[in-house]
């Protein structure tokens, strides 16, 4: 597998003391969306900045394609985009002009066919005359989002692409980020929305007071730690568990009107335990009057996972 960056034993300790980052080792594959999921205050963005230029490591290496990025910063950042936060600069300036002006910072010919293309993708051709002060806070972001492609990057990061904005403007983002990953673009995205990594993520890595507490596919962290939940609401109260169903996961919770199971591992299996179970329940003579079944999701596992650490801020 081809990896385009490489952190190996990242650490950052701000004066003062606080360690940001704690002997981070990633590899980020070529093409991939990756999501960078952590509480408040947990090393994200000072990972990216990193990575960027912004924050100097105290300790360990970053290669980024194929070049140490301490030693031979302009190859690699050249082909490094990020999309920050929050705007800082270029306020007064016109949309088209801020976007040219960030592709001329990376010594790039202007090409306004590019810089068209840039601007159409993202529904801002229409603005390209108006003073980005002026724009609505969603029109922003992707003014940001244009600025970081400018440069025609081969790997972006986006810092909270989609923190504060409502439903639908997420949803236009997730859609312009699937786009760039179509192009080819790889995509390391940090988020506190779980169902963003849900939804958008090849990967997933978790991270927590500066340390990386776990990095999968998305789909493979859901199959191993997520879980089937179902209660069953039993027609008539159990004192104690009928032993036709004692090899089930099962307990009994409300005073015994209900059976709960907790079992599964994420790929849908547990779902078809319950049905067993059901089944079992119906040959041992014991009827039911309704049931909830629920998978578990991203949050629950990263919940857990952050449940015997104290988050960070
Ligand atoms: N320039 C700085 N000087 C000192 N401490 C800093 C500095 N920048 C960040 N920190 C601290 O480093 C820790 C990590 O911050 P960072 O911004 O990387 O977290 P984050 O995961 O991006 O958080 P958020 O989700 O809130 O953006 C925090 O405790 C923060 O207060």
């Known amino acids: ?176 980020i699937d786009e760039m990953r179509s192009r080819g673009v790889t995509i390391i995205l940090t988020t506190h929305y779980i169902e963003e990594a849900e939804m958008m993520a090849d990967r997933v890595g978790i991270i927590n007071r500066g340390k990386l507490l776990m990095v999968d596919e998305k789909d493979a962290m859901m199959a191993r730690l997520g879980r089937t939940e179902a209660h069953i609401w039993l027609a008539e109260p159990l004192p104690v568990l009928p032993p036709e169903i004692a090899r089930f996961p099962v307990e009994l919770e409300q005073g015994g009107r209900s059976i709960c199971y907790r079992g599964g591992d994420g790929t849908g299996k547990g779902k078809a335990e319950v049905a067993e179970l059901t089944k079992a329940l119906i040959r041992a003579g014991i009827d039911y009057t309704g049931i909830d079944t629920r998978e578990s999701s991203l949050e629950d596992i990263f919940v857990s996972l952050l449940g015997d650490e104290e988050v960070a801020a």
Not at 92 to 101: G, K
């Open 1 to 176: 597998m081809d990896s385009i960056l490489e952190l190996s034993g990242l650490s950052k300790v701000y004066p003062g003391g606080l360690k940001a980052l704690d002997n981070v080792d990633l590899a980020i594959r070529k093409g991939e969306i990756f999501a960078l999921l952590g509480p408040n205050g947990a090393g994200k963005t000072t990972l990216i900045g990193a990575v960027c230029g912004l924050v100097r490591a105290s300790s360990g290496t970053i290669r980024a394609f194929g070049h140490d990025l301490q030693n031979d910063w302009r190859k690699a950042r050249s082909r490094i985009g990020l999309v920050p936060q929050e705007l800082s600069t270029d306020m007064f300036e016109p949309v088209h002009r801020a976007v040219s002006y960030s592709r001329g910072l990376f010594g790039l010919a202007p090409d306004k066919k590019r810089i068209e293309e840039i601007l159409r993708s993202l529904s801002l051709w229409e603005k390209r005359d108006e003073r980005i002060m002026a724009l609505s806070g969603g029109m922003k972001r992707r003014v940001l989002i244009a600025k970081a492609l400018a440069h025609e990057p081969d790997l972006l990061f986006l810092d909270e692409p989609t923190a504060g904005v409502d439903v639908e403007l997420r949803k236009g983002m997730w859609a312009i």
